[in-house]
């Protein structure tokens, strides 16, 4: 039983001895030239006249008008950097779900107002473009009120036609506001 446990023990020291010489090996330079692509060119090893490309582009990311020129267009998210912030201000007072700056949707949960226990709302809101535009952002009101039926339930109701556009200006006048001390910020450096 001696003899096959030292034979077993000789045969781990055997497999250990090769592996970490197979480890070592590949730790050293590489000497093998891969057909097709010049020494020392490739994705992982650029040369200086290789440019390697960014998943963000040629400035990388930038959030909220990060470079020189975002500060005067309000780009670097996917959507306008001041109608996303001013977005966010005009709705701050609801409960966000979901905000996602590189497709330009914001989306709140149901705000039931205290003064007005019997009716609550959502909203959505959509930036469009990456410029500062009227039509870059589009708002959408969906309300909800108690049933009188006395169980309680909350039930689809009709929304003001004016409640969206209301909203869509509070956020393009928050915008502008935005866009206006960023540029007087910069003006003053």
Not at 57 to 82: C, H, K, P, Q, R
Not at 113 to 124: A, I, L, Q, S
Not at 134 to 160: I, L
Request: net charge neutral; hydrophobic share 35%; charged share 20%.
């Amino acid at each position: 039983m001696t003899h096959t446990g030292t034979k077993g023990a000789t045969r781990a020291a055997a497999a250990l001895a090769l592996a970490a010489m197979l480890g070592l090996t590949a730790c050293g330079p590489s000497t093998s030239n891969y057909p097709g692509r010049p020494t020392g060119q490739g994705p992982n090893n650029p040369t200086g006249e290789q440019q390697r490309e960014s998943i963000f582009g040629e400035d990388g990311l930038t959030l909220f008008g990060g470079g020189s020129n975002d500060a005067v267009e309000g780009s670097g998210i996917g959507v306008n950097s001041f109608l996303w912030r001013a977005s966010l201000d005009t709705i701050a007072f609801m409960p966000l779900v979901s905000a996602d700056p590189f497709g330009g949707v914001i989306i709140t949960d149901w705000y039931q107002d205290p003064k007005t226990p019997g009716e609550r709302f959502k909203v959505t809101v959509y930036i469009l473009d990456r410029r500062l535009r009227a039509d870059g952002v589009k708002v959408a009101v969906f309300r909800q009120t108690r049933s009188d039926n006395g169980s309680g339930e909350w039930v689809d109701a009709a929304v003001a036609g004016n409640t969206p556009l209301q909203i869509e200006n509070a956020i393009l006048v928050r915008a502008r506001q935005l866009r206006i001390s960023t540029i007087e910020a910069t003006e003053r450096r």
